[in-house]
């Protein structure tokens, strides 16, 4: 089968097309003929091994596991013998978490992993752009218990996990600021953000207003002018929260203070991708999708998501044939390379 693969850590151009034997699913897996996968802030990260540590799920002293990639959607294409979740020809969708490898035409998933049918007529484009950036933020918003009515700021709106917070926190019925730049402002709103601060000309916590919850999505907040901004018994949720100094804060500001900080690292499950599924099958929930490149050019892609600038979630299409060009609705794609 064809894959991306990587030999050595470093910038987009280590990404390389080749030819990889094909997997054989164990008796629990499905083998995923995948149409789209998608380049995500995380597999920019794991690419460069940023931070260091990251080299633990990839491995030692250069790639162990080859492929990245942890977006998919397409087909089942073979069983296990103790499957019984998936036949043969169901559309799939969902996460390999911490087993990347999805940039390749075919992918080894456990019927127990974070998988499920793709419901409606979501398409493979759709499907592969909700697990990042929704199951991450599906996440973090759960934490904060019941949302009608409460006051959420979601800083970093127009990404990835910002796109999918700003409708998340909206659907649970919060009243939603986004903090993205201008160029956004329109999206964020279109979003159901009731009111947006750009973050090159406003400082959010220097306008008088206090939050039930602040969740800065790309770890680009002031501590403690966030801390600061919550209202007593607050929220401050950090998806990007992985080095001592804010974790000290953290637990500073929960000794001294009634305002709680959470940060860590995501748990995936089945439950949460099927519920932003079903909201996107009923209109109530939309993938963001800023571009979509074509397998071949995933470097270029990298390249894109490296810069930081993207707005929700870049695709690729790994098999031309296998896409249906009728997915492209209205409003729904910004493609400018594909
Ligand atoms: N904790 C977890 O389990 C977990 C899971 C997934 C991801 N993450 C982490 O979450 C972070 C965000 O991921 P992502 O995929 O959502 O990122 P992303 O899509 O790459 O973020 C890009 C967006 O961030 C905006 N942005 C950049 N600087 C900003 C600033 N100073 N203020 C406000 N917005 C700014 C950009 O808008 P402009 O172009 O307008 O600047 C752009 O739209 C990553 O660091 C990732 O590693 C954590």
Known sequence: MKAIIFENYGAPGVLKLSDVPKPVPKADEVIVNIHCTTVTSGDVRLRKADPWLSKFIMGFPK??????????????DSTGSSVTKFKIGDRVFGS????????????????????????????????????????????????????KGKKVL????????????????????AVVT?????????????????NVFDYNKDDFS??????????????????????????????????????PSPVFKAIWTELTTSKKVIGGVTKETVENLEFIANLTSENKYKPVIDRIYPFEEISAAHAYVETGRKKGNVVIVVDDDLISKASNKAGMFIPQTY
Not at 154 to 173: D, E, H, M, N, R
Not at 184 to 192: D, T, Y
Request: net charge positive; proline share 3%; glycine share 12%.
């Open 96 to 147: 390999s978490g911490f087993n990347p490898g999805t940039y390749a035409e075919f992918k080894a998933i456990s019927e127990n992993g974070i998988i499920s049918k793709i419901p409606g007529n979501i398409t493979f484009e759709e499907a592969a752009a909700i697990p990042f950036g929704g199951l991450t933020s599906l996440h973090f918003l759960k934490q904060a218990g019941e949302l």
């Open 63 to 76: 790639p162990k596991k080859k492929i990245l990639g942890v977006d998919f959607a397409g087909v089942v």
């Open 178 to 194: 986004g903090v993205c730049s201008s160029k956004n402002r329109e999206l964020v709103l279109s979003l159901g953000a009731a």
């Open 206 to 243: 220097k306008k008088g207003v206090k939050y039930d919850v602040v969740y800065d999505t790309v770890g680009k907040t002031n501590f403690e002018n966030a801390v600061l901004s919550l209202n007593e018994n607050g929220l401050y949720l950090r998806a990007v929260h992985f080095t």
């Open 154 to 173: 979601i800083y970093g709106a127009s990404g990835s996990l910002g796109t999918a917070a700003v409708q998340l926190a909206k659907f649970f019925g």
